[in-house]
């Protein structure tokens, strides 16, 4: 399997130029995304020469039909992922999902233990400084805003702490969030410049090109592509995987390329 390069070209002042990978909803599972398609989207990510490589959660599966994968060895496949700069990531609201005891105690997920198990770098509520040949800046990760959201209570909170995360991110330095879900964009300040998010998957089905369903409050608003609101930039991705029907119509698997200038 190979992804389609959607490539961004952001302007962003302030920020040091680079290049820069979104890796988004894989939805590990079988039959639809085993290890070795994994290794095969790890591999094409790594031959796509970026600085930075950002992993945007929800690694566990959710397809009808499909069977989830354990999280040890979708951890040992993404720990293959190369970049200068490094690989950093935040989890989505699956993988909280996932591990109902973890989520019911409020706890890291099995998810969670996987990854730094495989030497992955998550930021959970924090930040921190990416340093580069051409200048700083601060990578900061949200955990997901829907963690302990159930069917019959929708938007029942997340594990996520804005307040907290902005905290640890120095003033006065360009700063670049990964957040899963993209509701969070309106309540974020100016000074966060430029937001990265997955969760949409663009839609993933999109009838006369509208999306047909976004787990969002916002509905479609911010389904999918590049947005500007005031002085801040998002980026939401199409992810690569399936969410609830195995079908993609309109919005294909792809990984996002954002040359930042």
């Known amino acids: ?14 920020a040091p130029a680079m ?3 979104l890796f988004a909803d894989l939805h590990a599972c ?3 995304m085993r290890v070795p398609k994994i ?4 591999a094409q ?4 020469g970026a600085d930075l490589v950002l992993l945007l959660g929800d690694y566990a599966g959710h397809v009808w039909g499909g069977r989830s ?3 040890e060895p979708v951890a040992r496949a993404l720990g293959g992922l190369r970049a200068p700069l490094g690989v950093f990531g935040v989890f989505g609201n699956h993988d909280w999902r996932d591990d109902p005891r973890a989520k019911a105690a409020g706890e890291p997920t099995r998810w969670h233990t996987a990854f730094a198990e495989a030497g992955l770098t998550m930021l959970c509520n924090t930040a921190r400084v990416v340093e580069t040949s051409r200048g700083a800046c601060t990578l900061a990760g949200l955990e997901s805003q829907q963690a302990y959201k159930t069917f019959w209570r929708r938007w029942a909170g997340g594990a996520n702490d804005l307040d907290a995360t902005l905290r640890t991110c120095p ?8 957040a899963h879900e993209p509701d969070i964009f309106p309540d974020l300040p100016d000074s966060v410049g430029l937001t990265v998010c997955g969760h949409t998957h663009g839609g993933q089905i999109l009838p006369f090109g509208r999306p047909l369903i976004v787990p969002s409050r916002y509905g479609a608003r911010y389904a999918y592509g590049h947005f500007r609101e005031g002085a801040k930039q998002m980026i939401v991705s199409g992810g690569l995987g399936y969410s609830g029907l195995p079908l993609r119509f309109g919005r294909p698997p ?3 390329v954002l040359e930042i200038t």
């Open 171 to 178: 003033p006065g330095r360009f700063t670049f969030l990964m």
């Open 45 to 48: 990510t790594n031959a796509l």
């Open 39 to 42: 290794e095969a989207l790890v």
């Open 19 to 21: 290049r820069v990978a």
């Open 30 to 32: 079988a039959p639809y």
């Open 1 to 14: 399997m190979s992804a389609k390069i959607t490539r961004y070209r952001i302007e962003a002042p302030g």
């Open 254 to 256: 792809e990984i996002v």
């Open 69 to 71: 994968l354990a999280p």
